[in-house]
Structure formats: structure tokens, C-alpha cells
């Protein structure tokens, strides 16, 4: 069998083009965002939604909830979907709706989005509050039912103090080292290090705002900042967390901006999406980005761990109850 190819972040709006196109691709697993501001109710929505995909696309995607689904859809020939939240606020304040969206099938759970959340603080406030003393008992709590903590869109003292109560490793899905290109979701040389040095993992991004000159960014400036990642952290921890949103309108930008909380869009910051690099426009670009990481001197077994073997076993350690 063929080493496996995960992509451990994606927004489309999804249909059947895209779900061929992951086929066609070789994709065998893909986390799926469920949730940007939903609460729980809103959020069970675009899980009936999912469950809609999942029989009409039979052939094509199917739930997942363990590593072995990623094997097993790999024989099938067919993408396994995970579920994810890119916020806290489908548990509201509750959390006894851990363990219930676990049951749901969500495998992923980032402590903020952007902005001050019950659970910690976001890359965009003024002041990152640290993880809270509710922020620390979900950690716990997502430990011990396996959902893995996100701190992709978190503060830096936040993800550090993540990093340092989590029992299990925690995982920044979809974002790209500062020294690389410096933006807000981007993370600092002590994040990553932190982050890799404790066994989590790094899911490096294809979103043009993360990338080095935008959606200009070259494949092989990119890959050569994969290689340079690899010489500074080693190649255990490290994967693609693409951040691909394909054939959403722009109006999603709001939504994911703004949510309910903000009357007006800033100014400055036009909602709209930015045009991906020609390289990566959808899912057939994974062969570009193996064929570039070949290019700037990775090996086969280095490259076949980035593109899905380190995901692989970061859920098999991780989507599973604590004994």
C-alpha cells in the first residue's frame, strides 16, 4: 500500500466536483472545518448536511473517526472525512458537549478563533489572556475523550500554556512559521518548537494571506521553507493543513471575520477570499507539492511522512478515549 495523503484542514464549499477532484488527487483523508461561530444546535445542522454527502457520494468520502478509517478508505479508494471545529462555541458552556460532539464524529477543536473566547485568547487581540481556568478543564476533558486540541487561530501565550497543560500533544492544523512570512496566524520559531519538541504537530498552510508573497508564492519557495522547517524541527511533526476554502463565495468571509459579534467589516480588510497560488488550486496540487518537496532535497520517506504518514500516526495516538 501506498503511503497514505492527508490533509488536515479544509473549508470548501463542497460537491461532487471536489470530492473527485480528492479522488483524483489521492487524498485519503481530509479534516473538515463544521463549525466557525455555530453554536450546537447550528452546528448539528452541517453535520445533517455532511450526512446527506456521505450517501449520496458513497463511492466517493466517508465518515471518519479513527486512523484505521484512513487505511480502510485508502483500500476503498475513498476519502475519509473528519470533522473539526474551528471554535469553541458549539460547547457553549457547557462541557459535557465535549464528549458529545466526540460521539458526532469531531476530532478537532481549536480554543479561539481569532478573538477572546470563554476558553483562551486569539491571535488578534491586543492581549492573549493564557488559557483560562475553563479553557484548562476542556483541555482536560478533550484529553480523556480523544479530541485533539487546535490552537491554530490562538494567542501566543495561549498555545504555549496549551502546549504545557495539555497531557496529550496538541496540534496547530493550518499556519506557517513567522521567520517565513510574518502575519498574525502565523507561528514564532518558540511556538513550533515548543509544539514539535512536545509531539505535536504542525500542519503547514496553502492559504495565500500565510504564504510568502501571497498567491504569488512559488511551489518551490514554499517547499524550500518545508525543507528548512525539516532541518530546524525534524520531519516527525510535520504535515499540510492546506486552510483550502475552493469555490466558497466571498460573503463566507464574512461569516468566518465577523460572525455575530462585529456590526461592520474593518475598512482595511476587504471580505473576500484570495486567488490560490496556480500550483495549488484544489486538490490535484498534492502532486505538486510532493514533486516539489523531491525537488529541494527531501526523500521519499521524509516526503511520504509530510504528506500524510506523520498525520497518520499523530490520529492513531490521538482520536482514541484515554484509558
Known amino acids: 500500500m501506498r503511503a497514505p495523503r492527508i490533509d488536515c484542514l479544509q473549508y470548501a464549499n463542497w460537491s461532487e466536483k471536489i470530492f473527485r477532484q480528492m479522488n483524483a488527487g489521492a487524498v485519503d483523508a481530509v479534516h473538515v472545518t463544521i463549525a466557525y461561530h455555530e453554536n ?11 450526512n446527506r454527502h456521505f450517501r449520496r457520494y458513497r463511492d466517493l468520502i466517508v465518515q471518519g473517526f479513527s486512523a484505521a478509517d484512513v487505511e480502510a478508505a485508502q483500500q476503498q479508494k475513498r476519502t475519509a472525512i473528519f470533522y473539526g471545529l474551528q471554535t469553541p462555541a458549539p460547547i457553549e458552556d457547557d462541557i459535557g458537549l465535549v464528549e458529545i460532539c466526540h460521539r458526532l464524529g469531531v476530532r478537532f477543536m481549536q480554543l479561539t478563533y481569532n478573538n ?14 493564557g488559557v483560562s481556568r475553563f479553557g484548562r478543564d476542556v483541555i482536560a476533558e478533550m484529553n480523556r475523550v480523544g479530541m485533539v486540541v487546535d490552537m491554530s487561530h490562538s494567542g501566543e501565550r495561549s498555545t504555549l500554556q496549551a502546549i504545557e497543560c495539555s497531557e496529550r500533544p496538541i496540534a496547530i492544523t493550518h499556519a506557517n512559521p513567522k521567520w517565513w512570512h510574518d502575519c498574525a496566524r502565523n507561528q514564532t520559531d518558540t511556538v513550533i518548537r515548543a509544539l514539535t519538541e512536545s509531539g505535536g504537530m504542525l500542519g503547514f498552510s496553502l492559504y495565500a494571506h500565510h504564504l510568502n508573497g501571497g498567491s504569488h508564492c512559488g511551489v518551490d519557495d514554499f517547499c524550500q521553507m518545508v525543507a528548512d522547517a525539516v532541518s530546524r524541527y525534524g520531519c516527525e511533526q510535520l504535515g499540510i ?57 527531501l526523500n521519499e520517506t521524509e516526503i511520504a511522512a509530510i504528506m500524510g504518514g506523520n498525520w497518520l500516526r499523530f490520529y492513531r495516538d490521538s482520536f482514541a478515549p484515554q484509558v
Open 40 to 50: 450546537f444546535r447550528e452546528m448539528t445542522h452541517n453535520i445533517a448536511a455532511w
Open 241 to 297: 493543513g492546506s486552510d483550502l476554502c475552493q469555490d466558497q463565495p466571498d460573503e463566507i468571509v464574512k461569516w468566518m471575520r465577523n460572525g455575530r459579534w462585529r456590526v461592520e467589516e474593518e475598512d482595511d480588510a476587504p471580505a473576500v477570499f484570495p486567488q490560490q497560488p496556480s500550483w495549488f488550486e484544489d486538490n490535484l496540487g498534492f502532486d505538486n507539492i510532493a514533486a516539489g518537496l523531491k525537488k529541494v532535497g
Open 116 to 129: 477572546q473566547s470563554l476558553l483562551a485568547g486569539g491571535c488578534y487581540e491586543p492581549d492573549d489572556s
